[in-house]
């Protein structure tokens, strides 16, 4: 959480929306309670798992994803990110990897993220471009408010990479 914190100020704001709305995105089992009739399994893998970290990381339709975004990280940022929640969801980072990379992977995993719940109860996986044409929307919102703010070199810092 404090490289969160660290990262850029847009950041945590994303990051608060974040655990905000994840509160609004029901599990299957929480739906099975509300709908009396749809079942409480998994929408992509039909297995019985109705938590959160199932829905975003464990499931098994979701690996190929997941392995396509550590790719995407190994490609564009030059880190092998090792493949475990606590990166790809919480975004705690190995302490060698520096302070502008971080910020760049927690955009790339916050995109990952975001993809996931846009496809709420979709038997689907999102696809890597769309993940891809997130960040590209990300980067140009962050380089106006490098802009406004006077912090171009910070942002300079960040995306070279990207
Ligand atoms: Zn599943």
Redesign the pocket.
């Known amino acids: 959480m404090s490289l969160v914190k660290k990262a850029t100020h847009c950041l945590d704001h994303v990051e608060a929306a974040y655990k905000l709305w994840l509160r609004w995105y029901y599990t299957p089992q929480r739906l099975a309670e509300i709908y009396p009739g749809s079942r409480a399994t998994?929408w992509?893998?039909?297995?019985q798992?109705d938590t959160l970290s199932?829905?975003f990381w464990y499931?098994?339709?979701l690996s190929q994803y997941w392995q396509q975004i550590q790719d995407l990280i190994k490609l564009r940022v030059g880190i092998d990110l090792p493949p475990a929640p606590e990166h790809y969801l919480l975004h705690m980072m190995p302490p060698e990897i520096t302070a502008h990379e971080a910020s760049l992977i927690t955009h790339i995993t916050l995109a990952a993220k975001q993809r996931i719940a846009a496809l709420w109860k979709s038997t689907l996986a999102p696809d890597i471009q769309s993940v891809i044409t997130k960040v590209n929307l990300t980067q140009q919102y962050e380089e106006m408010s490098h802009t406004i703010s006077g912090t171009l070199l910070k942002y300079k810092g960040i995306w070279s990479k990207w």
């Open positions: 998994c992509r893998c039909n297995q798992e199932h829905i499931c098994p339709a």
